[in-house]
């Protein structure tokens, strides 16, 4: 039989504010345990929640970038379950009136196609506290520091086919909401997590099967992997003759498997009911329309707008495009270098990434800044340096030896293109190599690189490879 | 009017009384599913009226949620509020071992 793997995500982004969506706690990270925690966190008696209107504007601001409706009154619902970390016995969230309604996002796929995921919703909601098992003699630890905390969860339709087009989409909310700034996109921190719906079905059948849903995946490699193994487990159960059941199921990374949450005696009764301690939450027209005003450009539209100025191919678009920190370097390299697109697309994208890479560090401490950057490619562009020489300056310019005309200068680097002084070097070579010489005249062309290698050794690189090679071509056929 | 009336049974205050982590001594529970179904029974009068053109009310105030700057001003209170728990350590609250 052949199977169609049906996936639904459920991200929750935890929203970039200083204070809690409804206290005004911190919401740092890494703080001591329960140092952030203040009575209204705690559920304490008596205390009232007060929106935050920083979440409400960022949650309307990503409405807006996907051309979702705004929900003109929205409201607050209790949503109830027992567990430590939920202190109050319910989380405030969303249900019926989502502040976010139905929208949809483009994401691009590995073989250069596009496809459209609708976004169901998303709702505003408060983060629970953390719950630590291990080490307190048979006790667990609590911290409800992160209570609190407000998360925008994003809900999208059902509508990706792979574990590929799921990590797709989850990277493209994840790109958004840092270009939007409304959440940092820390994984390792918890920022951005996510679960996923996983079903298959017999392909061409239209009823969806019954999901399981993967908990609380933080990574892009294992959302992909999660999701994998679950659809093979799926298909395993149904072609055994047996019936997948609707629960919610744990990726373990170690074992490289997914497991029944077991201890779910019995089926999740959330029992939402509106909050009666928060009123509707109402936007206008006005409101919405300043919200507008204040959207960056998008990464689509970034993309697009770099295919068509700097001729970048879309992968390489897509791929400049996919941090907004990262975008705006190349563009400033870009600028610096006197409008080369190409050539500062493939140094920010090979040189760059890569040092920062090794180096583990971000784009925004890179030692090396756009403007060093872009003046780097100016000197390869007029021929004052070549590409392979440009190389050995970028590997200065790191090392803090200063912006590449100082590293030039100080190192001698300047390229050769004084046509007399490379045709010096190429008698000598060829004068010194006459059993290659003939080889080549003799019909074997592969020895041209060994020429060419040895002029340039001879210049220590200095040597203008085109000329290098145009001269040498006259030299040899004559 | 005819108001149709819905009726738990045991069962049902059993699971209600779960969810809400209560305990109640078995001898309560036909007092409880009294009580209970007469509130049932309140609300099905009320479903009975017609409210066609209503707009539906989230809350009975009918006023909208007044919103809160964007600013950090609660203090470290850790010692006070854990002053009234049963167990602490090292910052942290304990509870009986709740694991998945």
Redesign the interface.
């Known amino acids: 039989m052949q199977w169609e793997v049906v996936i639904g995500l459920e991200i929750h982004a935890q929203l970039a504010?200083?204070?809690k969506i409804f206290?005004?706690?911190?919401t740092a990270y890494g703080a001591?345990?329960?140092?952030?925690?203040?009575?209204v966190d705690?559920g304490?008696p008596g205390v009232l929640p007060?929106?935050?209107?920083?979440?409400?504007r960022m949650a309307v601001k990503f409405g807006l970038a996907n051309g979702c409706e705004i929900t003109r009154?929205s409201?607050f619902a209790r949503k109830?379950y027992?567990?430590?970390d939920l202190p109050k016995?319910y989380q405030i969230s969303q249900f019926e009136?989502p502040i976010v309604g139905k929208g949809a996002l483009e994401i691009e796929l590995d073989d250069g196609s596009t496809k459209t995921i609708g976004i169901t919703r998303a709702h505003l909601e408060e983060d629970a506290g953390k719950?630590?098992?291990e080490d307190?003699h048979?006790?667990?630890?609590?911290?409800?520091n992160r209570a609190g905390t407000p998360l925008l969860e994003i809900v999208s339709e059902p509508e990706m086919n792979s574990a590929k087009e799921a990590v797709a989409y989850m990277k493209k909310i994840h790109a958004l909401v840092q270009y939007l700034e409304i959440c940092d996109g820390n994984m390792q921190e918890g920022s951005f997590r996510c679960d996923a719906n996983v079903s298959i079905r017999p392909r061409g059948q239209e009823a969806l099967g019954t999901r399981t849903e993967l908990k609380n995946i933080n990574s892009f490699r294992f959302v992909e992997r999660a999701i994998n193994i679950e659809v093979e487990r799926q298909i395993d159960v149904i072609e055994g003759g047996g019936r997948v059941v609707q629960e919610t199921r744990?990726y373990d990374a170690d074992r490289d498997e997914t497991r029944s949450?077991r201890?779910k005696e019995e089926a999740f009764?959330y029992?939402y009911f509106?909050d009666?301690d928060?009123?509707?939450?109402?936007i206008d027209e006005e409101y919405i329309e300043a919200v507008r005003a204040t959207l960056p450009e998008l990464p689509g539209a970034k993309r697009a707008r770099f295919i068509d100025a700097f001729g970048l191919s879309p992968e390489d678009a897509t791929a400049i495009t996919s941090s907004r920190d990262l975008a705006s370097f190349y563009e400033a390299t870009v600028a610096a270098s006197g409008g080369e697109g190409k050539l500062s697309a493939n140094w920010v994208m090979v040189e760059l990434l890569g040092a920062l890479n090794k180096a583990n560090r971000e784009i925004a401490d890179s030692p090396v800044s756009a403007e060093m950057l872009g003046g780097m490619i100016q000197r390869i562009k007029d021929n004052t340096i070549s590409g392979k020489i440009a190389k050995k300056v970028f590997q200065a310019m790191w090392a803090g030896e200063g912006d590449a005309d100082t590293v030039i200068e100080k190192q001698g680097l300047k390229q050769v293109t004084d046509s007399g002084a490379i045709e010096k070097l190429i008698d000598d070579v060829l004068a010194n190599n006459q059993a290659q010489v003939e080889q080549y005249r003799g019909g074997n062309e592969k020895v041209f690189g060994f020429f060419v290698g040895q002029v340039m050794k001879a210049s220590q690189g200095k040597a203008n490879p085109g000329q290098v090679n145009q001269m040498l071509k006259q030299k040899l056929q004559g | 009017m005819n108001v149709e009336s819905v009726s738990l049974d045991d069962s049902d205050v059993e699971k209600i009384a779960h969810l809400a982590r209560l305990e109640i001594s078995p001898d309560d529970i036909p007092e409880y599913v009294s009580n209970l179904t007469d509130i049932l029974d309140l609300v099905e009068q009320m479903n009975a009226v017609d409210t066609a053109g209503v707009t539906p009310m989230a809350h009975p105030i009918d006023a909208v949620q007044r919103l809160r700057p964007d600013e950090v001003s609660e203090e470290n209170q850790r010692d006070r509020f854990q002053r009234i728990s049963p167990q602490v350590e090292n910052g942290l609250f304990l509870v009986p071992k709740v694991i998945e």
């Open positions: 504010t200083k204070s206290s005004a706690a911190s001591e345990p329960n140092t952030q925690a203040c009575a705690l304490l007060v929106l935050n209107e920083e979440a409400v009154r409201v109830n027992f567990y430590p016995g009136l719950s630590l098992h307190f048979g006790a667990t630890g609590i911290d409800l744990l949450m201890s009764d029992r509106p009666p928060l009123l509707p939450v109402a």
